[in-house]
């Protein structure tokens, strides 16, 4: 893939989330692309990691800062640094967001036992990460204009994942307040603030690798080969595939495009099943 068609150079741009593989990949192709990148991560070990990655290939375009984007005084304190070493941001990634396995019904766990302090957990990363970022970025926007968000979310908002309660619903709520959030700053404060979202489908990641592929083997297990039979396309996808929708989605070549909500997912949403 080629990043030609995407030219960031003097853009600024908030990626949360993105010391994760998803979210690692939309920065690093920001950074190619020429935007100057901060990396909002709860762990600063991760965050520094991914910068150092990213910053040894196009250097000086990424900056790492320490945030936990369910707490809206840390979001505000890495608002301030990101603004005292960019000036301004243009581009809002929301990329933080996750399951745990006490909210995912099993064998072992049924749904009436599930701990709705978990559920609450896995509901804020995965609906309110997005909605405290917005907030404190979406504050510049609304000032000077215009900007543009994109909001990692998944498939599973749409179509809830059997077993994963928690992360189906926030992932839902993501979607829900995707489209609620595109209206609400086109028409209360400017049209050219556009919000959107990418919705990947099942890719091995460090998060799932072993619920979809034996560890000792390597091959698919039950649940990866049931997978794997709806997806037309016949295979999981890799972190890199979402990257070229996202910069779209940022993009002037997407102007006209809001409240949108992109499926990354081998055609899965679209399989009905026979």
């Known amino acids: ?96 967001g996750g399951s745990h396995k006490d909210t995912t019904t099993s064998p072992e766990l049924e749904f009436f036992d599930i701990d709705p302090e978990a559920v609450r957990m896995v509901m804020d990363l995965n609906y309110l990460s997005a909605v405290l970022p917005s907030q404190a970025v979406g504050r510049v926007f609304a000032a000077k204009g215009d900007g543009a968000v994109v909001n990692i979310t998944s498939i599973g908002g749409g179509l809830p994942l059997s077993r994963a309660l928690a992360y189906s619903n926030g992932k839902a709520a993501a979607d829900s307040f995707t489209r609620w959030l595109a209206v609400h700053m086109a028409t209360t404060y400017a049209p050219k603030i556009r919000v959107n979202a990418v919705a990947p489908g099942f890719m091995i990641t460090a998060q799932n690798r072993f619920l979809l592929l034996d560890e000792a083997s390597g091959e698919l297990t039950d649940r990866g080969e049931t997978i794997l039979k709806n997806v037309p396309m016949t295979r999981f996808g890799d972190p890199h595939e979402v990257v070229g929708a996202a910069l779209w989605l940022f993009s002037d070549a997407a102007t006209f495009v809001t409240g949108a909500i992109v499926p990354i997912d081998g055609g899965f949403s679209a399989f009905c099943g026979v």
């Open 1 to 96: 893939m080629t990043l030609t068609t995407f030219d960031f150079h003097g853009k600024k741009a908030v990626a949360t989330g993105a010391g994760g593989a998803i979210g690692g990949e939309i920065a690093r192709g920001l950074a190619q692309a020429g935007a100057e990148v901060a990396i909002w991560d709860i762990s600063p070990e991760a965050a520094r990691a991914k910068a150092d990655e990213i910053n040894h290939d196009f250097p000086d375009k990424v900056l790492p800062v320490e945030c936990n984007v369910v707490n809206k005084n840390s979001v505000e304190a890495a608002l301030a640094e990101t603004i005292e070493h960019f000036g301004t941001v243009d581009f809002l990634l929301n990329g933080a």
